[in-house]
C-alpha cells in the first residue's frame, strides 16, 4: 500500500544538483497528497530564479512514478509560501555548515 511515508522516502532521493541536501531536509517540500495511485507533491525551490526548477521537478516525478504504487505523479511548484533557510531540518543545517 502506497503512504505517506513511502513518498517521503523517495523524496530524500531527490537534491537540488547545487545543494548535497536532499529536498525533504531543505524543507522544499510542502505537501504531499496520495489518491489511490496517484500522488501530487507541492515543492518550492530556494529561489524563485532557480535554474534547476525543470530539472528537480522532473527528477521528483520520475522517481515517484518508479515507486512502488505510484501510477500518477504530479509535481507542482509554488511560492507560497516562499522558502526561507529556517524551512531546513536540524540535519541539513548541520550539513550546510548552519546548525
Given at each position: 500500500?502506497?503512504t505517506e511515508?513511502?513518498?517521503?522516502?523517495?523524496?530524500?532521493?531527490c537534491?537540488?544538483?547545487e545543494?548535497p541536501?536532499n529536498?525533504v531536509?531543505?524543507?522544499l517540500?510542502?505537501?504531499?497528497?496520495?489518491d489511490?495511485?496517484?500522488v501530487?507533491v507541492d515543492?518550492?525551490l530556494?529561489?524563485?530564479?532557480?535554474?534547476?526548477?525543470?530539472v528537480?521537478?522532473e527528477d521528483?516525478?520520475?522517481?515517484l512514478?518508479?515507486?512502488?504504487g505510484?501510477?500518477?505523479?504530479?509535481?507542482?511548484i509554488?511560492?507560497?509560501?516562499?522558502w526561507t533557510?529556517?524551512k531546513m531540518s536540524?540535519?541539513?543545517?548541520?550539513?550546510?555548515?548552519?546548525?
Amino acid at each position: 500500500m502506497l503512504t505517506e511515508e513511502k513518498v517521503y522516502e523517495t523524496l530524500r532521493e531527490c537534491y537540488d544538483p547545487e545543494i548535497p541536501v536532499n529536498i525533504v531536509d531543505l524543507g522544499l517540500v510542502y505537501d504531499v497528497r496520495i489518491d489511490g495511485g496517484k500522488v501530487e507533491v507541492d515543492f518550492t525551490l530556494t529561489a524563485p530564479g532557480c535554474g534547476m526548477a525543470n530539472v528537480i521537478q522532473e527528477d521528483i516525478r520520475t522517481r515517484l512514478l518508479a515507486t512502488d504504487g505510484v501510477e500518477e505523479a504530479v509535481v507542482n511548484i509554488v511560492w507560497d509560501p516562499l522558502w526561507t533557510p529556517d524551512k531546513m531540518s536540524d540535519d541539513a543545517k548541520m550539513a550546510l555548515g548552519m546548525g
